[in-house]
């Protein structure tokens, strides 16, 4: 080949190479900012507490629902058929837009020395100031709100063991989680 030709074909493709670069390198384009620069975003809450203005307590609920209050829970005797149940007042406080929980428990079980006692069952329960009794589906609405935690602890009436025993209650726990808003 010759250089004449060599040379032409050399400085076509620089010609193409550079042209084929040129056309995006023309583009105009252009911005703006959007939204407002002082935006913040903010998060809600959500809590529950001890409410200490109103004292926990345990009560006998043998007879009645309201029940009778038991001075010293380590000095009550409790019998085959009777039922007590402690009860913590609790200050709920649930913030955001589109805000909502739902309430679970952790039950302890009652422990004769290593092992479990079969003949005690410890259920727990949360109640609103109305009474009602909120169930693990509910939600529990945005606001500050007062409930009451209950553990109940029964006695089976058929129980033919167990006389003089000392049982050990473990802690109990009432958790709030909070639930995603409804998909779109």
Do not use: C
């Not at 926990?56 to 038991?70: E, F, L, R």
């Amino acid at each position: 080949m010759n250089k004449l030709i060599k040379g032409a074909v050399t400085g076509a493709a620089g010609i193409a190479l550079l042209l084929g670069g040129a056309g995006t390198f023309a583009a105009w384009n252009d911005s703006t900012p959007i939204g407002d620069q002082n935006t913040q975003i903010h998060t809600g809450t959500l809590s529950v507490a001890k409410d200490t203005s109103t004292p926990a307590g345990w009560y006998d609920v043998t007879k009645s629902a309201t029940g009778t209050s038991i001075s010293s829970v380590g000095s009550y005797l409790m019998v085959p058929g009777s039922e007590i149940e402690f009860r913590q007042p609790l200050t709920v406080t649930a913030s955001g837009d589109q805000i909502a929980a739902t309430v679970s428990f952790t039950n302890p079980t009652l422990q004769n020395g290593t092992s479990a006692d079969s003949n005690f069952v410890v259920s727990s329960k949360l109640v609103d100031a109305s009474g009602a009794v909120v169930s693990s589906t509910d939600n529990i609405p945005a606001g500050t709100h007062s409930y009451t935690a209950i553990v109940d602890v029964t006695f089976s009436g058929t129980a033919t063991s167990d006389q003089k025993a000392t049982l050990n209650l473990g802690q109990s726990s009432v958790t709030l989680t909070q639930t995603l808003p409804s998909s779109k």
